[in-house]
């Protein structure tokens, strides 16, 4: 991504890391002008590069949180 065209608001997980210091995370996170939203994706170690990722509303991540929980009762 070229630019600086988010804002980090939140770091709420560290899911991963690699070798070289890239690490996927769960962030609140603005993007452009838009309200914020959960973010999971790979940030480099200074946060001025970031991978291909996936933005989620509070209503989907509470679904998938959902999804977590019927899958932890089987």
Known sequence: ???KNYEILEHIAVLSE???GWR???TLTKWFDNEPKYDIRDWSSDYGKCGKGVTLSKDELNVLMECKLELEEL
């Open 24 to 26: 996927k995370e769960l």
């Open 1 to 3: 991504m070229t630019g």
């Open 18 to 20: 690699n070798t070289s």
